[in-house]
């Protein structure tokens, strides 16, 4: 009976290991994008010319704040980033790649995001499903008429969800970089004119001698 015991325990641990074996590896993950803007914060400023007592007034960055990106929205393919790229910004909105060698175009992403919904925070984290290693993301911001897309190899196994940040600089113009770590690098393009104005932030007014006797 003993030995019987065992050697059913022995089976047991045996199925277990196979099980173990045969657990199914994925490198698919659900993207979960940050996408935030930074905007430069202006202060007005008056001068007055000694000579001819004529006021001027400019307008001074005293800081950027990072705000949320709302209304975004992303897709990916699933090609050969090599090979394909983001023709101009009327393509990114109509979510259309061009292949760099024939001139082809594609219109049908292979994934969209949807709004992922997190408690407490603004509509500005986008959920982007990538069941395949490899894929070419694009992030669309209209507010800003900016886009960004990003060469993206998923090398993680049985990660359900992977976080990514995107910073729109709002006050920028060109294209530009962000990131340094593969899979996480973004290239970001803006209009040759930046179309976001900036905040102004007006001074406190100090109050007239009424009210500060009203106040005391």
Not at 155 to 181: C, M, Q, V
Request: proline content about 5%; aromatic content about 10%; charged content about 25%.
């Amino acid at each position: 009976m003993i030995k019987l015991i065992r050697n059913m325990a022995v089976v047991a641990v045996v199925l277990f290991s196979l099980t173990g074996c045969f657990k199914k590896v994925t490198t698919a993950t659900t993207l979960c994008i940050k996408v935030v803007e930074e905007v430069p914060v202006m202060e007005r400023e008056s001068s007055v010319d000694g000579t001819t007592g004529e006021v001027t007034e400019t307008l001074k960055e005293v800081r950027k704040d990072m705000l949320p990106a709302e209304g975004c929205y992303a897709y990916l393919y699933y090609v050969d980033s090599s090979k394909w790229s983001v023709a101009s910004y009327e393509d990114a909105i109509s979510k259309t790649l061009t292949n760099i060698e024939s001139g082809e175009k594609i219109s049908q992403p292979d994934s969209e995001s949807s709004v992922y919904e997190m408690e407490g925070s603004s509509n500005n984290y986008l959920s982007l499903y990538q069941d395949s290693r490899a894929a070419f993301v694009v992030v669309v911001y209209p507010a800003a008429q900016m886009y960004a897309y990003m060469h993206r190899e998923s090398k993680a196994e049985n990660l359900p969800t992977t976080y990514l940040t995107l910073i729109f600089h709002t006050w920028k113009t060109g294209s530009y970089n962000e990131g340094s770590k593969e899979g996480y690098k973004w290239t970001i393009v803006a209009p040759e004119t930046a179309v976001r104005p900036p905040i102004i932030e007006e001074p406190e007014s100090a109050g007239t001698p009424e009210d500060a006797e009203e106040n005391s």
